[in-house]
């Protein structure tokens, strides 16, 4: 027996200095998957970004395309379990978590980690004549794709300027789409949300006489006050020269997060958000976004309660803001 017991503890020394793991049951190896969305916005290669750099160690992490937030929070609260983690907006991550807006029950997710900005502009053609979001009423504006859930942050904001869906042609496209949309007279204006500079809204300054409606300035304040996904954000003028010549403030209108369960289990989480945090280099070299994985930004509130695991680790490091 001690011959047998010293046999093993040198096989899982040689073990572990080749393959850097253990032979204890901490070596575990965690299979998880993290909901992302359809290629074309941000949250499929960030999602890919974040699998292949803390998919090491005792973490093998798959990118799963879905359609989207919405999906990702039905996914995460299955019986089946389908995914473990997911990309979504904090807008929506709000209004499920309360089970209100199209919501008919409360969808029991929890925040793992704050990512970067959605950063909402309104574009139209220079041509059009409108200068403001009241402007908007009795226009063709192109305010998404079709039930990916953007009816969660435009209503709000919409409403604080006096605007309602029913007071415009409301179009349903892909950011993509909606350029092709501007450029041959289909749509007057657009919503475009995303990390800075937007690939649809560089594509579509590139091509067209492009300006940016503003948000008034009291309905930013109020929307602020009423909703804690919105936040002000200032672009700078050399994200988008053709169109800026001073930065220009606009608002983040729910921030990417990474969402799980309410009652996903709580070591999974904490280490989870420790190796992701841990290796944010990485994943800033995969994809800007994760330059938002930093001491300020990872434990910010934006709506959603953030899930024990998570907060034990930010506790940990100090930058749970208590």
Partial sequence: MKFFTSYLSIFCFIFALSFGV????????????????PIGGAFAPVGN???RNISEKNWEVA????????????LLVSEDGEIEFALANAAISYFAVRGEGAWKTKHPIASVMTLAPNVGIFVTPKSTGIRSIADLKGKRVVVGPAGAGFEYFLRPILEAHGVTYDDFSDL????????????DGSADAAFMGGAIPTPAVKQATATQDIIF??????A?????????????????????????TEPFETMNVGSMHIITAENADEDMVYNFTK????????????HPAGKAINEKNAAKDVGTPFHPGAIRFY???GIWPE
């Fill in 22 to 37: 253990g032979c204890d049951s901490t070596s575990k190896r965690h299979h998880v998957s993290i909901g992302t969305a």
């Fill in 220 to 244: 930013k304040h109020s929307l602020v006050e009423q909703y804690p996904f919105f936040h002000p954000i200032t672009i700078p003028a050399a994200a988008y020269p053709k169109v800026l």
């Fill in 172 to 183: 349903n496209d892909t950011y993509s789409g909606a350029v092709n949309l501007l450029a």
């Fill in 315 to 317: 506790k940990e490091i």
């Fill in 63 to 74: 990118a799963t395309s879905t359609k989207g937030t919405q999906e990702n929070i039905r």
């Fill in 275 to 286: 190796t992701l945090y841990e290796h944010r280099a990485e994943v800033v070299k995969a």
């Fill in 49 to 51: 970004a974040i699998a």
């Fill in 213 to 218: 409606i503003p948000f008034d300035e009291t």
